[in-house]
T-cell receptor, first 114, second 112 residues
Framework: DTAVSQTPKYLVTQMGNDKSIKCEQN?????MYWYKQDSKKFLKIMFS???????INETVPNRFSPKSPDKAHLNLHINSLELGDSAVYFC?????????????FGPGTRLTVT | RKEVEQDPGPFNVPEGATVAFNCTYS??????FFWYRQDCRKEPKLLMS???SGNEDGRFTAQLNRASQYISLLIRDSKLSDSATYLC?????????????FGSGTRLQVQP
């Protein structure tokens, strides 16, 4: 009965490949996020979608392209993977109308680029 | 200067001890504040929101000082299961954006 789920959990791939990570939430939230946590454990926002509309797009290489087919799903496609893309990618979701903005995270996708 | 700064620790404390973590944030317009907990190789989980009046949840007490831009978390009667990294989190929310800004975390190790 997972609230925010991500697939795959682990992804090992070679430089130059293209890969996708998928996220789904069953909490009825209208806003979803992608965060990246690097080897120093620093968690940083990459993108956010509200009702399928991109509302946050931080300074991220354009090799990263998010897609939200509906408000319960947010996918992340990465082209031409580089060694520096190795990290844990977390999906999160929340209500946009809540003044408290509590976010709930998925279990993470551990990406290793070799 | 980082937007959210925390002492990385580790804080090594015996079971039953009281431990306090501090955090400072740089944006005086920050809207809301949280403490998240992250276990090793797991996702961050919301521990508690932090309100100006201070708030308590069992053994955990959070305080916010807007004038000093300072947030604290106090854990009383530490348990082994409290061992984790505690993330100070701020919502700046300019123009309706709702990205959270995370500190780099303070690691707590509770020892038997």
């Amino acid at each position: 009965d997972t609230a925010v789920s991500q697939t795959p959990k682990y992804l090992v791939t070679q430089m130059g490949n293209d890969k996708s990570i998928k996220c789904e939430q069953n909490l009825g939230h209208d806003t979803m996020y992608w965060y990246k946590q690097d080897s120093k454990k620093f968690l940083k926002i990459m993108f956010s979608y509200n009702n399928k509309e991109l509302i946050i797009n931080e300074t991220v290489p354009n090799r990263f392209s998010p897609k939200s087919p509906d408000k319960a799903h947010l996918n992340l496609h990465i082209n031409s993977l580089e060694l520096g893309d190795s990290a844990v990618y977390f999906c999160a979701s929340s209500f946009s109308t809540s003044g408290d903005v509590k976010q709930y995270f998925g279990p993470g996708t551990r990406l290793t680029v070799t | 200067r980082k937007e959210v700064e925390q002492d990385p620790g580790p804080f090594n404390v015996p079971e039953g001890a009281t431990v306090a973590f501090n955090c400072t944030y740089s944006n005086s317009a920050s809207q809301s504040f949280f403490w998240y907990r992250q276990d090793c190789r797991k996702e961050p989980k919301l521990l508690m929101s932090v309100y100006s009046s201070g708030n308590e949840d069992g053994r955990f007490t959070a305080q916010l000082n807007r004038a000093s831009q300072y947030i604290s978390l106090l854990i009383r009667d530490s348990k082994l299961s409290d061992s984790a990294t505690y993330l100070c989190v701020v919502n700046n929310s300019p123009t309706g954006r709702r990205a959270l800004t995370f500190g780099s975390g303070t690691r707590l190790q509770v020892q038997p």
